[in-house]
């Protein structure tokens, strides 16, 4: 559930209620190895699914990457988890010759990444800079990640400069209004909530300043709805091409 128009990120702050990092890795941790074990198709926030809800537009984008570098694919997905995009899309990458997922994320999914996920495909890492030390990505993956991103356009400035060959981005929200929203955002049973940017559509497309849009797409189970009453917002996807 998301509510709220706040003046800006600190004041949105204000009013959310405390996240259990803890308990978020744990039960992601748990469903994942699920999913590394075969007992399950994915998983997402911790909830597991039997059958497979691929992106189709991402894996459009990671396959275009591949077969133009190669049949080789190095992704960077950026707040990724524990691999949840990895384990989500990796049956559709298996011709691929060479591929290798570097996570970046905070240090406690990094250390329990490493230690029950990370594999010769599967990297985690604290920072992009990090990887790029040992990697060179021809993919930067953003699923879901910069809506929850304070400085969220500092981060995509930062996500244009990389320069990475091919920019995907899915599950983002967008409002219908010129100006940006920010709301919070509540959990199922409203026991935690977070600050959360729905964004204007091309002020988003514009700050990757140094890509083209190849196209866009629309995440199948998250439908246009309305917030705050009368504001519409949708969730999308976009591969981008560097100029």
Not at 79 to 108: A, H, M, T
Not at 151 to 169: G, H, R, T
Not at 171 to 182: L, M, Y
Not at 234 to 241: H, L, M, T, Y
């Amino acid at each position: 559930m998301w509510s709220g128009d706040y003046k800006n990120w600190t004041e949105a702050t204000k009013h959310v209620k405390e996240n259990d990092d803890s308990f978020v890795l744990e039960k992601s941790k748990e469903a994942l190895l699920k999913v590394k074990n075969g007992e399950a198709a994915y998983e997402r926030d911790g909830v597991l699914f039997q059958e497979h809800n691929y992106s189709w537009g991402v894996l459009a984008g990671l396959q275009k990457a591949a077969l133009e570098n190669g049949n080789k694919l190095c992704v960077i997905d950026f707040g990724g988890s524990l691999g949840r995009c990895f384990y989500q899309n990796i049956p559709f990458l298996k011709n691929i010759e060479d591929v290798e997922w570097c996570v970046i994320e905070q240090k406690k999914f990094v250390m329990t990444g490493k230690k029950h996920f990370e594999d010769k495909n599967l990297k985690f890492y604290q920072s992009i800079e990090e990887a790029l030390q040992y990697h060179e990505p021809n993919v930067l993956l953003l699923s879901s990640v910069v809506n929850y991103l304070e400085y969220a356009y500092k981060w995509v400035d930062q996500f244009n400069n990389l320069k990475i060959p091919y920019v995907l981005v899915d599950r983002t929200s967008f409002t219908k209004r010129e100006k940006d929203i920010i709301a919070i955002q509540d959990s199922e049973k409203k026991e935690s909530s977070l600050p959360y940017w729905f964004f204007n559509e091309s002020k988003f497309i514009n700050g990757f300043s140094n890509y083209q849009k190849l196209g866009s797409f629309p995440v199948d189970d998250l439908p246009e709805m309305v917030i705050n009453d009368n504001e519409a917002v949708c969730w999308k996807g976009f591969v981008f091409q560097l100029k």
